[in-house]
């Protein structure tokens, strides 16, 4: 079956900890996203990407770092500079041309113990 | 900058109305999407508009979209429980980009 897969589901990460969450898609898009979701919040674009081995800073960008060395891959590390990263974390992708309706991954709930 | 507006945030419905929510953004954009999120979930695809004048109808719910005056509306029609969810919708950016509205928090009650 074609989709997008985060993992983990849930992540605890310790005071000073760096911390990676992973995004597989199998449905050949170009671009891919990560968005940061605060309860009872929208969605705030963290990085993108259009195209392997290049991304772009989104509006809250800063803590946080990706690659995107494989089309299908886009993990994003959330880093000790990123001071308040409890939330909840989605992963999208979609084709950059024609009709590119954009699929999110099921999400991960990072909490900070 | 691409910014996107909806309203209102939160919408309490009787089952049986009818009920309409704006998204308004602020810069040319090509694409218009509509998501449905349940609590604790992740976001589903509803709509996707792409041109002026565009109508997509899935069920109880109509999108529309009006992009001389920058506006998508989701029409809810005859409100039933299991449409209770958030709903947000997004404009696409010029570099491919997806801005989100903040979202309507729907509830339809008995």
């Known amino acids: 079956d074609g989709g997008i897969t985060q993992s983990p589901k849930y992540l605890f990460r310790k005071e000073g900890q760096n911390v990676t969450l992973s995004c597989e898609q199998n449905?050949?898009?170009?671009?891919m996203y990560w968005y940061r979701q605060d309860p009872g919040q929208g969605l705030r674009l963290i990085y993108y990407?259009?195209?392997?081995?290049?991304?772009q800073k989104g509006d809250i960008a800063e803590g946080y770092s990706v690659s995107r060395e494989k089309k299908e891959s886009f993990p994003l590390t959330v880093t000790s500079a990123q001071k308040n990263p409890t939330a909840f974390y989605l992963c999208?992708?979609?084709?950059?041309?024609?009709?590119?309706?954009?699929?999110f991954g099921q999400g991960t709930r990072l909490t900070v113990v | 900058e691409l910014k996107v507006e909806q309203n209102p945030l939160f919408l309490s419905m009787q089952e049986g109305k009818n009920y309409t929510i704006y998204c308004n953004y602020s810069?040319?954009?090509?694409?218009l999407y509509w998501y449905r999120q349940d609590p604790g979930k992740s976001l589903e695809s509803l709509f996707v508009l792409l041109s002026n004048g565009a109508v997509k109808q899935e069920g109880r719910l109509m999108a529309s979209l009006d992009t001389k005056a920058r506006l998508s509306t989701l029409h809810i029609t005859a409100a039933v429980h299991d449409l209770s969810a958030t709903y947000f919708c997004?404009?696409?950016?010029?570099?491919?980009?997806?801005?989100f509205g903040k979202g309507t928090k729907l509830s339809v009650k008995p």
């Open positions: 990407s259009q195209i392997v081995n290049d991304f």
């Open positions: 997004a404009a696409r950016g010029s570099q491919g980009n997806l801005i």
């Open positions: 810069t040319t954009s090509d694409r």
């Open positions: 999208a992708s979609s084709w950059t041309g024609g009709e590119p309706e954009a699929f």
């Open positions: 449905l050949n898009h170009d671009a």
